[in-house]
């Protein structure tokens, strides 16, 4: 006992619901909390069969006793116990998202929520509703904040390195859609083109909103209206798999983006370009260490991550000198030592800047999704795409 | 006498009218045709000033006599010589090129016209309806089709080597207008922003045909509908210098299409991507001697220039080795070579393919532009888009 | 204690000597073991200063008990305990790779050495016969070995995919030391250019071990004669900040390095390029995820990380989907997850192929410095740079 | 008579020696020469068989009269005719060149030579007299020079924008000559991988000596010692194909060089960068439009063709705006205009800068492929490497 009080420091344990077997993202979370070690996984419901969640735990070394067979037993057991978890994360599909985020939360514990937040607006209201009641932290993880180049890039243009904004173009190709893997045993593809686990949208509500977040997060740009065209080329599919998007912001700027599965050839090639009246970036998250930036009459400069030359935001987000790759696992790591350091300093009482994503933006993904599918509903009509909860 | 017949071959001579002092166009085609040496300037109406024609005729060499106070006067006399030019090349500001155009058909000589072949629907139907009557030779002059690498593109799907197309992503972003230029002398700046000499539009006349061009020349899809957003950022400015157009062409295909004259950052950044149900290819008019080819569950290869692995018809196009950079003016002379062979073999009664793009793809050009601007004006309206002359 | 029982796996357990406040490599270890959870850290002497040592394994949670004042008394006790450290990673300077590492072979503990492996050809040999008697395991982290497309890289020319090798074109060139920066506090470059902490090499020893390690990984050449011109263009340094190495291999192969730390304009900008008679391919560190792989008469080719039409053993390394990069942490832990499944299989006493560079590779690196250093020293004579130990 | 007074302007002749069917190099020079149309092509012996010289004629429209069996011949007439050529355009295989240089010197008229200038240092020395005594005019194209982000790095350099020099790194690497092509009927490959027509190399004497006066030409870098090491893969080939070259520059600064003809995968891939103390230059042949720039501890700049940031010369040389591909013809456009240019100011008594590489250049070129041979022939041995004629 006395040796454990000599190491003693300031950690937190977490729980988490969904990421069993087979699954994709449930894995990178737990290895993102694992690169600084804030938070130690103690807790588990990762899977609806209880079998899948006994052999996750085992594998995970979580103690039997706080796994449980249903998230509402977890969020229960867990808030009675005096050692309960201080967050949860949520990595299950998206229909879930919101019962079991509204199920921690009532039970006063802190939540992480992969995007998109929840299904509907009315559950994205209710969630804000009841963040800022209990006033828990909420993170929603919108993975490509967390790169270094990403924060450069919304310092660069919070302060007016571009100019005013004029215009901005964004996309998002993909090729693993191109054919209906959905009907060949691909379980990702399963859930993410069934109405019943990915809601309304597949390709706007997977991709698309990850568009719409990093505009957000980069300009503060907020969207005034759009009009949106989406469309299934696999034959058989239930849901877009490439869409068109259209806007105007307030103050004047205009957009396009793009987003497809269907785009053979591509992998995971979201870009996002920023025109301004005094300058332009271009990021691409494939090359996630630079950014391409224009100054008016200068040459293209290419910034990459981890110089001095960088805002000290960016810089922070960097754990590699220059020239040492650090890729997505990282940006979902920066993600997380944001959200363990705001806990921290929480229990600490200290101030501290969110330097995460959170539940208004989720809220606002899941705005935006809906706008554009009643757009498209509507022959790709112009419709207001405003923000306001 | 003798002595020039020993040498003679069969070289054609041509007239200019415009590509006067301070023509950016007007020297790029003089040299193009320089290049092959297959045709030589004799006659000019270079300027509306005409001191400044004669200038221009001094410096490259057009005796006096041939040279004309109007363009209907070089149509008149030139067509009663006997050893009048064989075509005329319309190098002025696009209000002229259909006058232009119409004198020198109607007097019986085969025309080369700058892009956009004229200003309304009804003078591109005159200027086709006359080339149809006088079976004249009539080249517009769209650059980018002279590239061997675009030929290669043409070629592959046409072949049907990306499949069924689903795709098309194209942008023409350049920055020289995001000041108003045009307000402190840029010449080029002030002819192309005036409804008066560039018609009903700016960016979608001026680059956004090139882009309509590029797409039906490579794919061979014809549009059905189209939105268009027309966009005027520069204040005072008198037409467009951004605008997004979405597409739907037959045989179910989409398309976004993004030009802007204000992108700071950019070129001269024309880029096409066409995604089919196979595969899909990528080519940047800046780097003009490759093509990113992508096939389904294969890596992506990178097509270069004048390698045997290519189509014939691209290996035609080269002039150099791979890895020896050819650009903008053998892309020009390109276009040129095919023009002057087909009048040569015309002269020789010998049937030759036709390797440019003519009178049709400009009208096909104004339609386009029409459209647009249709559809921007009732507020994005879907239009029909199609092309039926 | 039955509930440990319940969920416990076979998870192995390490000390690390070194790594301590203000190193840089000391954290990107312990990160890289973090992410796959094979290891805990319960051991240390993170520092020569037993504070610094206290400090670390406050931050780390690393009991007092197990924390050492000198890396021999870590051994011994580690060795003693019924629970001791699995194996131990030596992230101290260079000078001390070799006492370190002994000490713990001597006692029967698995090793992780950071390379270079030591700092002479004696203490190579004696590492390595230790080894050999102990059959114990035995890791140098040639971190670059462990990003999934050098492993393609591997399996391509292994393969017969290039041919015949004809030529290597590798080069590592950095810009950090361009300036006396080891006289303005820079502690990385105090004892990197100091011929006491870091050997007879600056950056030959640091970053030419690299290319000399990734060629011999990817195509098993064996260098026959080597000539090297070793360089020191910031004045007062004490060690070699530039070198040009040209290499003959056995079977006919010949090479070209260039190694530098003054090359302004680089960050880690590690290449290679190896030309067969078939085929040539080409890595850069700054874009990992790729790898160009030309056959002979065919468009060039974009290898992309976790592909299926790649190699198994490069898709294994991959540890996300195509697209989604991976970086510099991530080959560190494909090392890590590589030595610790080793472990464990030796454990169970199961057979398993052993796919990390170890103490023969770090032995050959070791030699491969001192040819380069002897050569240079006897101006750029050729001689025999053959290892055979 | 009178019309043409009125027209005349001050144009050039010049006839051809080489370049009849079959020539790579020839047609392009007079493409060249067309682009500006400065100097008209009016006498020719075009091949060493009369009936192609008389085809070439033919085709390129030059009278029979001016047609000569022999080279001596149409020095000879050339020089007695009133109307005599300004200059001759030699583009013979190498063995040829110091002949017909010479007799055309000898006659009074300029030369223009293409690269290597001759075989021997002897017939260097011989050449550079004459130009001395006679005061005549001789370019040897070094095609490169041609670039306008060729000279942009030439006046970076000598404007100490990269500080002191420290490392020059240059490749040049194609793939042609990877097979034994000479033996299958490639005439390129025969005659310059033959001692007798080539000379005492191939790779170093045709690419290699493009590297060296590259390098000579943008930083001025004087050569005091190198060390070469020349190799032959392809089995039965006389000459070497592949080549690494280390050097000493007056000055402290070093340099390495690869060229290569069998390394598959690479076309065309001239490339210099250029390491000083303050900053860093990249340039690379098949991207002939950019430059990236290093500052020290700035971010790196990609300096584009024809922009109003870069030096009035390279400005100079830029044909087109911006985003306009100039490629391998306007460069060697853009040294005959100099060439003409100055030749025209030479009548017109005006003083201009010789802006193109002369007899000098090239007796440093036929000096460097000689020390390179005997350095290679001596096992690498360093030797004295300086120019002095």
Known sequence: ???????????????????????????????ALAMDGQAELVAGSFSWLFDETLEAAKALGVYT?????TFQEMAEKESEREDGVDFVV???????????????????????CDKPLCLTIEEAERLLKLVRETKLEFMVTYTYTGYPMVREARQIIRNGGLGDIRVVVAEYPQAWLAEPVE???????????????????????DIGTHIENLVHFTTGLEISRLSAKLETFVSGRKLDDNAYILLEYSGNASGSYWVSQVAVGNENALRLRVIGTEGALDWR??????????????????????????????????RLPPGHPEGYFEAFANLYRSFCSKLISKKQSIEEDKLFTDVLDGARGVKFVH???TSSNRGSEWIDGSFKI
Chains 1, 2, 3, 4 share one sequence.
């Open 1 to 31: 006992m006395a040796k454990e009080r000599e190491t003693e420091r300031l950690r937190l344990t977490y729980g988490q619901v969904g990421g069993g077997p087979g699954s994709l993202i449930g894995p990178v979370h737990r290895a």
């Open 65 to 69: 006793e706080r796994t449980y067979r």
């Open 90 to 112: 949520i990595t299950t599909p998206n229909h879930l998202h919101y019962e079991v985020a509204k199920s921690f939360l009532e039970r006063g514990i802190h939540v992480v």
């Open 183 to 205: 009907e060949t045993g691909n379980q990702q593809a399963s859930w993410r083109t069934s109405p019943k686990y990915a809601g309304i949208s597949n390709s706007v509500g």
């Open 285 to 318: 998250q494939e090359q996630p260490d630079q950014i391409l930036l224009a100054r008016k009459g200068k040459p293209m400069a290419i910034l990459s991550k981890g110089n001095e030359y960088l805002n000290e935001e960016s810089q922070l987000f960097a």
């Open 371 to 373: 706008d554009c599918v």
